[in-house]
T-cell receptor, first 112, second 111 residues
Framework: DTEVTQTPKHLVMGMTNKKSLKCEQH?????MYWYKQKAKKPPELMFV???????INESVPSRFSPECPNSSLLNLHLHALQPEDSALYLC???????????FGQGTRLTVV | GESVGLHLPTLSVQEGDNSIINCAYS??????FIWYKQESGKGPQFIID?????DKRQGQRVTVLLNKTVKHLSLQIAATQPGDSAVYFC??????????FGTGTRLKVLA
């Protein structure tokens, strides 16, 4: 099983809303990632959790807040987003650094 | 219309032919590389990987070649099929959790 599950698949939110994206994996992977992908562009790294601790924050604005409740779950809390934050948000996981990283199907986020 | 800079490089191949997708990576210290396939509206799908102590690795219908001298990676797909149509990304990392993606290539398979 190499499945990373993301919910919801689609999300439309207003600029004053608070919402959360969820990600789950049951492969026993110790690293989990959030990437942002705009149309016709490669995924861009946002955050990395390794062993349930935030290890990388790629200077992401504070309106994006990650959370790792346990080794299988990863959340991305959204608040006061801008229309330019509309994108495909991808979660990934890997056993460790420099190992196979598997992606979920993404959440298509639209900020209105 | 589309803006300049938003066009992905595109490779068009006839069904049944072999495809070669190229990637120039940026960091000479990178030691692990992955090829991903991304279909429209979906997340990247792992295809094959290679470590820097290897020059070549083969999977089912796919081969990855690594040339560290010129920092070049290629993905060869044998007997290309319509289902291979997608955007292909290479990704590199150097022993960290930072997987850096290349710009991507769109593969179009012509019937």
């Amino acid at each position: 099983d190499t499945e990373v599950t993301q919910t919801p698949k689609h999300l439309v939110m207003g600029m004053t809303n608070k919402k959360s994206l969820k990600c789950e994996q049951h492969m026993g992977h110790r690293a989990m990632y959030w990437y942002k992908q705009k149309a016709k562009k490669p995924p861009e790294l946002m955050f990395v959790y390794s062993y349930e601790k935030l290890s990388i924050n790629e200077s992401v604005p504070s309106r994006f807040s990650p959370e790792c409740p346990n080794s299988s779950l990863l959340n991305l809390h959204l608040h006061a987003l801008q229309p330019e934050d509309s994108a495909l948000y991808l979660c990934a996981s890997s056993q460790d650094a420099g190992t196979e990283a598997f992606f979920g199907q993404g959440t298509r986020l639209t900020v209105v | 219309g589309e803006s300049v800079g938003l066009h992905l490089p595109t490779l068009s191949v006839q069904e049944g032919d072999n495809s070669i997708i190229n990637c120039a990576y940026s960091n000479s210290a990178s030691d692990y590389f992955i090829w991903y396939k991304q279909e429209s509206g979906k997340g990247p799908q792992f295809i094959i990987d290679i470590r820097s102590n290897m020059d070549k690795r083969q999977g089912q219908r796919v081969t990855v070649l690594l040339n560290k001298t010129v920092k070049h990676l290629s993905l060869q797909i044998a007997a290309t099929q319509p289902g291979d149509s997608a955007v292909y990304f290479c990704a590199e990392t150097f022993g960290t959790y930072k997987y850096i993606f290349g710009t991507g290539t769109r593969l179009k398979v012509l019937a």
